[in-house]
């Protein structure tokens, strides 16, 4: 493959919007399947039992698109600097990921944006587009394509934006000459470990989502009670936790996004105990339409309104 292709497409990501790519090559990922398999056993997933289907395409990218030989990993900086206002101790805190719109749409459309181009300079080429979506190993492909690290929380991390970050993927039939995978920059740090409030990182790079506070209030059902030593050790974190991300020395380089469609909107970063309990489901869904809160409904968050702690 001619590197000017690859350039092609490097400074064609670039100029709709993407702050990073890499090229991985799609062999399987062996090692890291007998891992996953131990965590399921142990029953690390909690109630995540799609996570339990599928297992040989989430480690081996060919069986997801036959011919593949490449996976393109795309980056896209979320950060917003805005300091979060938590005097009030009756208000509930917002993982900064879902302080602007959802990014699922805006990154898809860079995406086909990308694979289009992809068409164009390869028309007998077939590619597929992925935003957390699908059994793809987003995370370790975006280690192998050398755009960051998969640091001791388990995210990755990049030298540019540190963790604040969101992955997209298009498997390609093309050939593109692959990138090196990046190197682990954690070195001895722990604070990820140290910060987690409820020790749900158990070891370097593996997380028990039952211990997580993220699971709880996203991912479990909205008639499903949060175990009371979650709550206690809550943080007032009501749709997500970053606490993570925010002990993390590599996020002080973090900058500004300067995507539009993730910059903070009114009440965004927080939302108070009174706010949530009055709020009807046509309000909910007025103000939530086009954000990642939408996705736990009026129900989750009313019951997630226990995590706000006086």
């Given at each position: 493959m001619?590197?000017?292709y690859k350039?092609k497409?490097?400074?064609?990501?670039?100029?709709?919007?993407?702050?990073?790519i890499?090229?991985?090559?799609?062999?399987?990922?062996n090692?890291e399947?007998e891992?996953?398999?131990?965590?399921?056993?142990?029953?690390?997933h909690g109630?995540?039992?799609?996570?339990?289907r599928n297992?040989?395409?989430?480690?081996?990218?060919?069986?997801?698109?036959?011919?593949?030989?490449t996976?393109?990993?795309?980056?896209i900086n979320?950060?917003?600097?805005?300091?979060?206002?938590?005097?009030?101790s009756?208000?509930g805190?917002?993982?900064r990921y879902a302080w602007g719109?959802d990014?699922?749409k805006?990154i898809?459309l860079?995406l086909v944006q990308l694979?289009?181009?992809i068409k164009?300079?390869?028309?007998e080429?077939?590619?597929?587009?992925?935003?957390?979506s699908?059994?793809l190993p987003?995370k370790?492909?975006?280690?192998?394509?050398g755009?960051?690290?998969?640091?001791?929380?388990?995210?990755?991390?990049?030298?540019?934006?540190g963790?604040?970050?969101f992955?997209?993927?298009?498997?390609t039939t093309?050939?593109f000459?692959?990138?090196?995978p990046?190197?682990?920059l954690?070195?001895?740090?722990t604070?990820?470990l140290?910060g987690?409030?409820t020790?749900a990182?158990i070891k370097?790079?593996?997380?028990?989502?039952?211990r997580?506070i993220?699971?709880?209030?996203i991912?479990t059902?909205?008639?499903?009670?949060?175990?009371l030593d979650?709550?206690s050790?809550s943080?007032?974190?009501?749709?997500?936790?970053?606490?993570?991300?925010?002990?993390?020395?590599?996020?002080?380089?973090?900058?500004?996004?300067?995507e539009s469609?993730?910059r903070?909107?009114?009440n965004a970063?927080?939302l108070?105990k009174?706010?949530i309990?009055?709020l009807t489901?046509?309000?909910f869904?007025?103000?939530f339409?086009?954000r990642?809160?939408?996705?736990?409904?009026?129900k989750?968050?009313k019951?997630n309104?226990?995590m706000?702690?006086?």
């Open positions: 001619e590197q000017s350039d497409i490097i400074k064609y990501s670039l100029s709709i919007g993407f702050d990073k890499g090229f991985a090559n799609t062999e399987p990922f090692e399947k891992v996953f398999m131990k965590w399921i056993s142990e029953g690390r109630t995540l039992k799609y996570l339990e297992v040989d395409e989430r480690f081996e990218p060919n069986l997801i698109l036959d011919g593949c030989k996976a393109i990993v795309t980056v979320y950060y917003n600097p805005v300091k979060e206002q938590y005097s009030d009756n208000k805190k917002i993982s719109k990014y699922h805006l898809k860079k694979a289009d181009k164009e300079l390869f028309p080429s077939t590619n597929m587009t992925f935003v957390d699908g059994t987003e370790l492909l975006a280690q192998r394509a755009v960051g690290w998969q640091g001791k929380n388990s995210l990755i991390l990049t030298r540019e934006f963790s604040w970050i992955l997209g993927i298009i498997l093309v050939d000459e692959k990138d090196e990046h190197r682990d954690c070195g001895d740090c604070k990820c140290e987690c409030p020790s990182i370097p790079g593996l997380v028990d989502a039952t997580c993220s699971y709880w209030t991912e059902k909205s008639y499903v009670e949060i175990p979650i709550v050790n943080q007032s974190r009501i749709y997500g936790c970053d606490i993570c991300q925010e002990v993390c020395p590599w996020n002080r380089f973090a900058k500004q996004t300067s469609g993730f903070v909107n009114n970063t927080e108070s009174d706010f309990e009055n489901n046509a309000e869904k007025s103000i339409n086009d990642p809160l939408k996705r736990i409904k009026l989750g968050l019951r309104v226990c706000i702690r006086e």
